[in-house]
């Protein structure tokens, strides 16, 4: 038997506020639009862009409460890398009209931009964003430390002296 992969990788910008809705069953997905852009110079050399618009779906599982995730943190314009997989659909509408739609399905989604501050939101998004980046700092602080980022305290003008014997 061959395998297969079916297998989407995007980093783009949120179009909309994610739309998020709770099943029949109630599982709760999240969707939104999110733009993809690549940029080229033509033939005659003037600068082209286009931009490709993906729906993406995020759904809670057993495992994963990404959908909650996307709903509390996921906001319009945010650069974010999204993973997952390409699915086609197709159904009627009321009309009779056979319709058709692309989803990247998402399995993994990491957000790209600097962390919001100072938010105004009555859920307190903002208060809480204030200690994940001061935590976030000392865990960076610590990890330098550890890695050996003291190793040269016994020569501090070692990295400063701007006059060596390099060609480069």
């Known amino acids: ?22 099943t029949s069953g109630g599982n709760r997905v999240a969707t939104f639009s999110l733009a993809t852009s690549r940029s080229w ?11 490709e618009w993906h729906r993406c779906v995020v759904w809670n599982t057993k495992s994963s409460q990404l959908a909650d995730i996307v709903e509390r943190y996921v906001k319009k314009g945010d650069k974010i890398y999204v993973e997952g997989r390409i ?47 001061a935590s976030r700092a000392a865990a960076t602080q610590k990890a330098k430390a550890a890695a050996g980022g003291d190793d040269f305290e016994d020569f501090p003008g070692a990295l400063e002296d701007e006059d060596d014997d390099l060609p480069f």
Do not use: C, F, H
Request: aromatic share 4%; net charge negative.
């Open 1 to 22: 038997m061959s395998r297969s992969l079916n297998k989407v990788t995007l980093i783009g910008n949120l179009g909309n506020d994610p739309e998020v809705r709770s």
């Open 41 to 51: 110079n033509d033939a005659a050399g003037a600068k082209q862009e286009k931009t």
């Open 87 to 133: 699915e086609y659909r197709q159904w009627q509408d009321k009309d009779g009209q056979t319709r058709y739609s692309t989803e990247i399905n998402v399995r993994e989604l990491i957000m790209l931009g600097a962390p919001r501050g100072g938010s105004s939101s009555s859920d307190g998004e903002g208060e809480s964003s204030v200690p994940q980046r």
